[in-house]
């Protein structure tokens, strides 16, 4: 009697495993990987703010020596890639192929203003987009991007606003740049044949929509008016120390984070990314459950952007806390945090968004990065692109 029962679970299992097995196979996961990608890099503002010798190693060494041309060619190759510069097609169209080598389907590209500008030191994202990324996307018809506002910057140089202010609006300064920006955004990015769509509508993502106060909601809705709709907006709302706003988020399209969400208290200084993870999966988990049993104000499900970071580390950067830093010490902590935000993301697939591919400043990028002489979390070589590809595309 007691076989019996044994053979009956055995045979239920079975069941239930080929019936499982039978709809991954009908029915792949489909996971869309993005990542934030910074078009602001000039040779001086890289070396002398961030002086990452992986990356000197990588564009002179590496990549020049495998063109296999003249000496004379090879000269004039140096002469762009030693220049991490990303207003050249050249940078732009190497970041797309690693980005493609990682399973990477698309860069939200931050944008801090329109281009020409007269205001003084204001970084010149657009005129990278236009001289360095958009010519080497032409390229690569299957690769997407779309436009991560990033506001605080924007209202910075603009109107010499700082974080909370710069979100403030009930300020008429912050409310007509906003929505003027994102007309002109629409206007001049929308159409683009590679311009990414969730529901046929662009996507726009916006930055640090946690900070909004004042008449947000009217700002936004008189852009979905001027758009008839035609626009995707996702938001950076989720902060560990924050509970959701269930009312605030029907006026998005979908909700997500930059980085990890996680507060830099929430874990020790120095943690390893896994222990980070272990932390953050729960709140993305309640997340999650909120935000896709909610419908935006025109009715459709909100979805849930899942947050990938490898690591965090900005004690260089001076008016910074010294705390909340993390790092993968070998390629294994990654292929850890790839592994449990994945066991989250239903069978019906999900987006997954990097921070970061390029964010060298904070020390989160996937951007192939070879030092030889340093230990792993400065030396990860592909490792972080091929574990993205592996966990998030082929398996």
């Not at 203003?113 to 299957?142: M, Q, W």
């Not at 300064?173 to 529901?199: M, Q």
Request: some cysteine.
């Amino acid at each position: 009697m007691h076989s019996n029962k044994n053979d009956k679970r055995y045979f239920l299992y079975v069941f239930l495993l080929s019936h499982v097995l039978t709809i991954k196979f009908l029915f792949p996961q489909e996971i869309t990987v993005g990542a934030f990608y910074y078009p602001w890099w000039r040779p001086n503002f890289f070396i002398h703010t961030v002086a990452k010798p992986a990356l000197w190693t990588y564009w002179e060494k590496e990549r020049i020596i495998d063109f296999r041309r003249s000496p004379v060619e090879i000269e004039k190759l140096i002469l762009i890639f030693h220049k991490y510069n990303t207003s050249i097609p050249q940078v732009a169209k190497v970041h797309i192929e690693q980005a493609k080598k990682g399973g990477i389907d698309l860069f939200a590209l931050e944008w801090t203003g329109p281009y020409p500008t007269t205001v003084p030191g204001a970084t010149f994202t657009e005129f990278d987009i236009e001289k360095g990324f958009l010519p080497a996307l032409e390229e690569f018809p299957s690769f997407k991007f779309c436009i991560f506002y990033d506001q605080t910057i924007r209202m910075f140089w603009k109107h010499w606003l700082q974080e909370n202010e710069a979100c403030n609006f009930d300020n008429p300064k912050v409310r007509e740049t906003f929505i003027n920006d994102i007309l002109y955004i629409a206007r001049k990015y929308f159409s683009h044949p590679n311009y990414f769509k969730i529901n046929e509508k662009p996507v726009l993502w916006l930055y640090l929509t946690r900070l909004y106060r004042g008449d947000y909601k009217g700002a936004l809705e008189e852009i979905k008016n001027k758009l008839n709709g035609n626009i995707y907006f996702i938001a950076d709302e989720l902060f560990s120390t924050i509970e959701i706003d269930e009312e605030k988020i029907k006026i998005f399209n979908a909700v997500g984070c930059y980085g990890t969400g996680m507060d830099g208290l929430s874990y020790k200084d120095g943690a390893n990314s896994k222990e980070v993870i272990d932390i953050a999966l729960p709140f993305y988990e309640k997340w999650r459950n909120i935000i896709e049993k909610s419908k935006n104000a025109e009715g459709e499900q909100i979805k849930f952007i899942y947050p990938i970071e490898p690591q965090f580390d900005d004690d260089h950067l001076l008016g910074r806390p010294f705390y909340g830093e993390f790092y993968c010490d070998s390629p294994e902590d990654f292929e850890y945090v790839c592994r449990k935000i994945k066991s989250i993301i239903p069978l019906t697939g999900g987006i997954v968004f990097v921070t970061s591919f390029n964010e060298w400043y904070e020390t989160t990028a996937v951007e192939e990065c070879y030092t030889p002489s340093m230990q792993f979390r400065y030396n990860w070589g592909d490792k972080f692109l091929l574990i993205l590809k592996k966990v998030f595309k082929e398996e």
